[in-house]
């Protein structure tokens, strides 16, 4: 298999030190005399868009997320509307197969909830059948006229979270349950054209934890587009009706479809925010840290309440998911909605994933791991968005 994978590969990546560029990355100095994460050494490209890429749209478009299949290769998921992977023996040794292992629908009906289609998050118990939940996107402005006058993205932008699955150890994903029945999270509110962007966004990885599956979403609601970060859970990943959002109650909440479930209450289908003063809207990444004895989450934010407000990729410590520590700044970057000049070099979608996790999912970090983003050299206005990693350490 790992001899098969390698051959079929199309290009063969050794992670080296990129190049810098006129405003790179800040490391921020630690605060305090707590347990803190440190970033170390230099930033180094994982996947170059102008060397690496199979086509113009081939660059990581969410958080990057990895598992091990079943003869122990490693996966690196390089999500975007049409999803590839890079595959090798380890994560510094990863080839770039240009096989699409899953399309987007493109479906126009909002209510089927299968439009443009990102992969999110995947979890694997045995490294052949892969669960996966995917960030979905109906975008009006791509339907026509009708579903969107203004023929504005944002404007027309309606979110969702549904379910996939491979069988085959991540080569190919499938939709095993047919739209609409799919849907994992929705906002209770129908797609309106020329309303705003409104949905559940952007599932962070997935971590198991006393016998419970969690992801983090990022919810924004009608009228005013407020956000939060939701926390969800269910026991059976095959399973998309069974994910149940935190409310303060417990996790009883339950998603609806608002196409279809009419009868259920608007108010009790929202799912509540988690910790909104002390992470914001920090969805990203979460694992557990085998030296700290916490789960350590990471994420894109400011602090208003910091002298200066740094904006960048911040962290923050937690012992159960759902109580968290208030949020510490960890590199400084500029961030797409932060600069004039859209053509600038600009950073998203941070996640830690440390190469030593004895888990399949790289669920776990320890004393040193890597922070992966996307840098977009040519701003959002261009194409060339390259992966990049840099390391960074457990001070205890």
Known sequence: MKK???????ILVTVQVSHPDQHPPRLVSPEGDGPHLRVVGEVETVFDWSKDSCGPGHFADLPVRAFRDADDVVHLIISHTETRRMSGPDLSRLSVPCDVIMRSTQDPDPARFAFKEWIGAVYSEDGKTVHALVHNEFQGNAVGQAACTSRDYFKCWYNSVTYTR?????????????????????IPHRYQPDAGIFGVFSPSNIIAHDGQYYAYVKAQVPPDGAQHVCLIRTDQLDDPRAWRFRSVLGFDGQFIDPFRDTEASTFLAQC???????IAQMYESITWNTVLKKFVLVGTSSDPRREPNLFGFYYAFSDDLVTWEHRKPLLEVRLPWRVSDPNVPVYMYPTLIDADSPSRNFETTGASMHLYFTRLNTGQSGLDRDLVRVR???VP
């Open 4 to 10: 098969l994978l390698l051959a079929m590969a199309a």
């Open 392 to 394: 960074v350490d457990v």
């Open 166 to 186: 491979s069988t085959d150890g991540g080569a190919t994903f499938t939709r095993p349950i047919t739209p609409p029945d799919h849907l994992v999270a929705s």
């Open 272 to 278: 509540d925010p988690i910790s909104l003063p002390e």
